[in-house]
């Protein structure tokens, strides 16, 4: 078997790693912004928030756009758009122009994670799943990590935020050609994926198919609002990127303004931070696939891994309010994004929801309240420290989104698919065929 899948996955953590660098790169990059324009915390808590606002907007069309013309065309114009603003917003002359390009950028990466959770529905197994789901969502804590390190050296190396970006939103659009050689939007249409692989995913579909009773029709977003599980998923994605993205905007500023770090110090600190998330969510993925394909009920198990890796994040944000020092803040920072990443896992959500036919407006609705968080959060953190003074207020308002997402992670039902059934065949109607 040919296992093209797993290369395509490969891919997508590539892109999705480099899709949080470019997104990261404001923040590594604010102590030097923040010297060149004089902002306040406030007005700093609006740029970072311009591009959520903006991502946000565009996850429901985006989702749509997936499930009508195919995540294929879709990755390949997000990473040419994407790319080319990063690079743009390294020639913003003043503040507002650069939180106009952030709000382009938010635009154009869109469509990655919906695109993602829809090749995550057709590509996969039901088996495979919440490893591709992990795979997919592990660029997150990767290219935070990573790209914590690389836009300092390459601030220090050129001395100057601007070539950074404009360097990194080059790479990106050279990835959008390489997305569209090797990505399709079907097995059936992937020139690698050989014989024995199509045939496994395709005999697995039909299995899946017979067993949900697909109609194999898109039901629309509507349709899905009507049950609990479609809320708990998008309140724990709003809980989740709460935590997530206040660490990520916010993170490397209090590291420099709370723990006195300096900027060498705040790439490393945020490499061990975020890298240990990308480790933690390798492994929630391979958990979770193990425990199921040993036969253990699926809700046991996702709201067992889930609901304790939600107590480990709220537990490990607390310790931070209340150690004061700098190593031991970076310890448990460390350990609070190793079980965080956990929660990754929600990407193979919207497939257990609406299947295939539906995986990718899922996938956009969720995505949509994860990043309600995503432009609330930096403005809400931006009033508390310079309403305060200080991050202890700002902490307590991440455990409170732990909360949130714990409570959520617990209430969703993982075993129930919610796409409409095929009417059953009567016997008349199965004699007549």
């Known amino acids: 078997m040919s296992n093209t899948r797993w290369r395509m996955f490969a891919l997508l953590l590539l892109l999705v790693t480099v899709n949080y660098v470019d997104r990261g790169s404001l923040s590594v990059a604010l102590p030097a912004i923040k010297e060149e324009f004089h902002i306040s915390a406030e007005v700093t808590g609006l740029l ?47 503040i507002a122009t650069l939180a106009i390009a952030r709000g382009a950028i938010g635009i154009t990466e869109a469509p990655i994670m919906p695109a ?65 050689r090797a990505i399709r939007d079907t097995p059936e249409e992937h020139p690698k994926v050989n014989e024995a692989e199509r045939e496994y995913l395709m005999s697995a579909q039909r299995e899946e198919n017979a067993r949900h009773q697909s109609t194999g029709k898109r039901a629309g977003l509507v349709y899905y609002m009507k049950y609990r599980s479609f809320w708990a998923m998008c ?42 998330g990308f480790v933690g969510e390798i492994i929630g993925g391979q958990l979770a696939d193990r425990l199921k394909e040993r036969g253990h009920d699926t809700n046991l198990v996702m709201r067992s891994l889930l609901g304790f ?15 004061p020092n700098p190593l031991v803040a ?37 995505n949509l309240a994860g990043n309600i968080s995503g432009f609330v959060t930096p403005v809400a953190v931006g009033f508390i420290v310079g309403a305060t003074g200080a991050y202890t207020w700002a902490l307590l308002y991440f455990v409170g989104a732990g909360v949130i997402m714990t409570v959520a992670v617990l209430v969703l039902d993982y075993s129930k698919r919610l796409a409409p059934k095929a009417a059953p065949v009567t016997a008349s109607e199965e004699t007549s065929v």
């Open 116 to 180: 993602g959770g829809k090749l995550n529905a057709v590509f996969l197994t039901e088996k495979e799943r919440g490893r591709g789901a992990t795979i997919l969502d592990a660029g997150a804590p990767l290219g935070s990590a990573v790209g914590g390190i690389a836009i300092a050296t390459l601030i220090a190396s050129t001395g100057s935020w601007r070539w950074a970006f404009i360097v990194a939103g080059a790479v990106t659009m050279l990835l959008g050609i390489w997305a569209w």
């Open 235 to 276: 309140f724990g994605w709003l809980g989740f990127n709460g935590v997530f993205y206040g660490l990520l905007t916010w993170g490397p500023l209090f590291l420099s303004e709370s723990k006195g770090f300096n900027l060498n110090a705040i790439g490393w600190s945020t490499f061990a931070i975020f890298g240990a």
């Open 309 to 323: 890796a939600g107590t480990c994040v709220v537990a490990g944000l607390v310790g931070v309010v209340l150690v």
């Open 330 to 366: 970076i310890l448990l920072l460390s350990t609070v994004l190793f079980f965080l990443r956990w929660v990754g896992l929600f990407w193979s959500v919207p497939s257990i929801l609406g299947g295939r036919e539906d995986a990718g407006v899922l996938g956009g609705a969720m």
């Open 48 to 94: 970072l928030s311009a591009f959520f606002w903006a991502y946000a907007a565009m996850q429901i069309p985006a989702g749509w756009l997936i499930d009508r013309f195919g995540p294929r065309k879709l990755i390949t114009a997000a990473c040419t758009g994407w790319g080319a603003a990063t690079a743009v917003s390294g020639l913003a002359p003043n």
